[in-house]
């Protein structure tokens, strides 16, 4: 997948769901007090993260960045 793709998914706020390595991952949406925000990681032990930068700044799966990992998918 391109980060662009991923991307639009973001935008749409599309659920999405994925296996890496055996695990389980997913990306919600909600808000709280602080607005809207991502949640991303192992399914069910989501972060939250506020923007685009932040979550691809952030965002990791093991010892390498989410960003990183995206092609992959």
């Given at each position: 997948?391109?980060?662009?793709?991923?991307?639009?998914?973001?935008?749409?706020?599309?659920?999405?769901?994925?296996?890496?390595?055996?695990?389980?991952?997913?990306?919600?949406?909600?808000?709280?007090?602080?607005g809207?925000?991502?949640?991303?990681?192992?399914?069910?032990?989501?972060?939250?993260?506020?923007?685009?930068?932040?979550?691809?700044?952030?965002?990791?799966?093991?010892?390498?960045?989410?960003?990183?990992?995206?092609?992959?998918?």
């Amino acid at each position: 997948m391109k980060i662009e793709d991923f991307r639009f998914l973001v935008d749409c706020k599309k659920n999405y769901e994925f296996d890496f390595k055996g695990i389980k991952y997913s990306l919600t949406y909600g808000k709280d007090q602080k607005g809207e925000y991502l949640a991303f990681g192992r399914l069910y032990e989501p972060q939250r993260f506020y923007s685009w930068g932040e979550f691809m700044n952030e965002a990791k799966i093991e010892n390498s960045f989410f960003r990183e990992i995206i092609p992959d998918l």
